[in-house]
RNA sequence: GCGCCUGUAGCUCAAUAGGAUAGAGCAACGGACUUCUAAUCCGUAGGUUGGGGGUUCGAUUCCCUUCGGGCGCGCCA
């Protein structure tokens, strides 16, 4: 097992720190997270960090450069990766690091290969992720598919941040949308074979609602024509919902997201878990009775209101398949779960952590990610998306029109608390204004030429025969810099939950890459040279794979 | 009215956990193909980070206030 390199660093920055205080120049309390990170500017050099900075909070009125200066007088650099020190006022610490040290990364990419990435900050930890979630009353549409794309990749970014994750669609099959929802197909089925019929009030009007009826049809013929029992409203309302959540399912598929565990609300109900959770509520002392219905006391930790869980008429409401859909989670033993909800949600969020809360898990068990909504626009106009309008763009749509890698990226370019402006005409151009054709098009490139050193003959990844001192020009360093960068980038969208960090990541190696490729051969007359060079975008080849894997777009090897 | 998100270049957005001279792409203008794929590269121009206060060595980032945009405030789901 080698070390991490930057870890290695810190390390070393560390035990000066904690030499000083043994020798009492330092007399600290707690030492905090050693931030070490490439400055903006070159001239401050490979990394920096401002840890004197962020000591000098502890005893006021001390100079930060001072204790910077007593970090440094009991720093030992010798025998190690740095080769030199800066001080720069108000207290940046600036180290340039040697050569070999950059190869060493290269060394560390090569050998990890797939795994190059990989991190143990979650330490195992059991995290479920719950997305999407949508009424199985209708088709996934494009806002949906922003939540399934920052779902699935956040997934990814923890997996291999190490933690432990599952992921998991909420489905509600029950309450009054199935009765809806049900009597709606029956009413199509009912019109297609011409019989007259009301249409439910506040039904789904739908185009794919006639497509399910006419489905029905073919498969049952008239078997059902006119029919007005119990069993037959059930019959529509469970075909309904199960042909609805199979294109669901395939429209997730097909956007190259799938789920662990598919949960039914139903299913909650078979066991009288609201009874147990309300027992529990009650000896907490958070229940109380009021106009003939029972209200959660979610006011104790901060919601605006008290909530009613269960109705005046015995029905329990939507919050109560919440709870105990949440309390089913904790009792799956999860340290944590992360709710990613539309932006209409956000309104609820208070009342389920104080829930939880009632409940007695611990504050952070439930963590809620609003994703922001998504304008489409088409030829420099909005494009509606309401259900009724008939301009609906489903998500199904959108990947048959775009692609997956697009759409994919297109949601995860940017921040998720930030409105998504999906631009069809962007991304539908295979040019250079499209990002993701540009990170592909640096790995085809390095496929490419790779596939050309091959025809040639030449020897690859060589590990020990390839003097990786050729490596000396700026741009080089550049690419090997960014390339170690890679398990930072990770860590810090693990932590923050922040998948964009890694397609921006993306987008400036490609763009080194580019620049490198403009400016020098890798295939040269020069044998050493070349393989040297070889090994470099071969490198860098891994590392775009590896980062698009985990957002879940593909690494074409030509295009 | 209250709550959440948001306001950065003409447009779409970054800015890593409070760090150093706020960066990319597009659009505009000017260049580079006898080349391992030009789906590429180089250059020029573009800013009082909505306004005003505060916290501190330092604020796009945190707090208060004000203005604008989006969304939500049911014994609906």
């Not at 009353?137 to 598919?145: E, F």
């Not at 509606?384 to 370019?413: C, N, P, W």
């Not at 080194?512 to 020069?526: E, G, M, S």
């Amino acid at each position: 097992m080698s070390i991490d390199l930057t870890t290695e660093i810190k390390e070393i920055l560390l035990e000066a720190i904690r030499k000083s205080k043994r020798e009492g120049r330092l007399p600290l309390q707690d030492i905090p997270e050693l931030l070490l990170v490439p400055p903006k500017n070159k001239v401050h050099g490979d990394l920096s960090t401002n840890i004197a900075l962020q000591l000098s909070r502890q005893f006021k009125g001390k100079n930060p450069l001072e204790i910077a200066q007593i970090i440094l007088d009991n720093l030992e650099i010798e025998d190690t990766m740095i080769n030199k020190v800066d001080l720069v006022s108000p207290g940046f610490i600036n180290l340039w690091v040697k050569e070999d040290w950059l190869y060493q990364n290269l060394r560390e990419i090569l050998k990890k290969g797939e795994e190059f990435g990989k991190l143990n900050i979650g330490k195992g930890k059991r995290i479920q992720v719950e997305f999407v979630s949508v009424n199985p009353t209708g088709p996934l549409h494009v806002g949906h598919g922003k939540c399934a794309a920052v779902g699935d990749a956040l997934s990814n970014i923890l997996k291999i941040a190490g933690y432990k994750v599952e992921k998991e669609y909420y489905i509600n099959d029950q309450g009054r949308q199935m009765d809806l929802l049900g009597g709606s197909v029956q009413a199509r089925y009912n019109q297609l074979l011409g019989e007259s019929w009301n249409f439910p009030e506040d039904g789904y009007k739908g185009e794919y609602i006639k497509d399910i009826a006419q489905e029905i049809i073919s498969e049952y013929q008239d078997k059902y024509q006119g029919k007005k029992d119990e069993e037959t409203r059930e019959f529509f309302k469970e075909i309904a919902l199960q042909k609805i959540l199979k294109g669901i399912e395939e429209d997730l598929k097909e956007f190259g997201v799938e789920f662990d565990v598919w949960f039914s609300e139903r299913s909650l109900y078979q066991e009288n878990k609201l009874q147990e959770a309300i027992e529990l509520l009650k000896e907490r002392d958070f229940l109380y009775q009021k106009d003939g219905a029972l209200w959660v006391k979610t006011t104790a930790f901060g919601d605006e209101k008290d909530r009613v869980i269960v109705r005046e008429n015995g029905m329990p409401t939507y919050f109560a398949s919440d709870i105990i859909y949440h309390q089913n989670k904790y009792q799956r033993g999860f340290n944590q779960v992360i709710d990613i909800w539309g932006a209409d949600h956000h309104g609820y969020i208070k009342r389920m952590k104080a829930a939880m809360q009632a409940l007695g898990y611990p504050e952070d068990f439930l963590e809620v990610l609003i994703v922001q909504f998504v304008t489409l626009i088409k030829d420099g106009k909005e494009v509606g998306m309401s259900t009724r309008g008939g301009e609906f763009i489903t998500l199904h749509d959108l990947v048959q029109e775009v692609g997956k890698d697009v759409a994919r990226y297109f949601f995860l370019m940017r921040s998720y608390d930030s409105h998504t402006e999906f631009d069809l005409n962007v991304a539908k151009s295979q040019s250079m204004e499209n990002p993701v054709y540009y990170i592909q098009y640096a790995y085809a490139r390095i496929c490419s030429i790779i596939k050309n050193a091959k025809t040639l003959n030449l020897p690859i990844t060589d590990l020990e025969k390839v003097n990786l001192n050729l490596l000396d020009k700026e741009e080089e360093f550049e690419l090997i810099k960014k390339l170690s960068l890679l398990k930072e980038t990770i860590k810090s969208a693990a932590i923050n939950w922040k998948p964009h960090l890694l397609t921006n990541y993306l987008y400036d190696l490609a763009s080194l890459f580019h620049k490198y490729y403009t400016v020098y051969r890798i295939i040269t007359d020069d044998l050493e040279l070349t393989k040297a060079r070889l090994l470099l975008i071969e490198c860098v080849g891994l590392v775009l794979s590896n980062t698009l894997k985990i957002l879940g777009i593909s690494a074409p090897e030509r295009m």
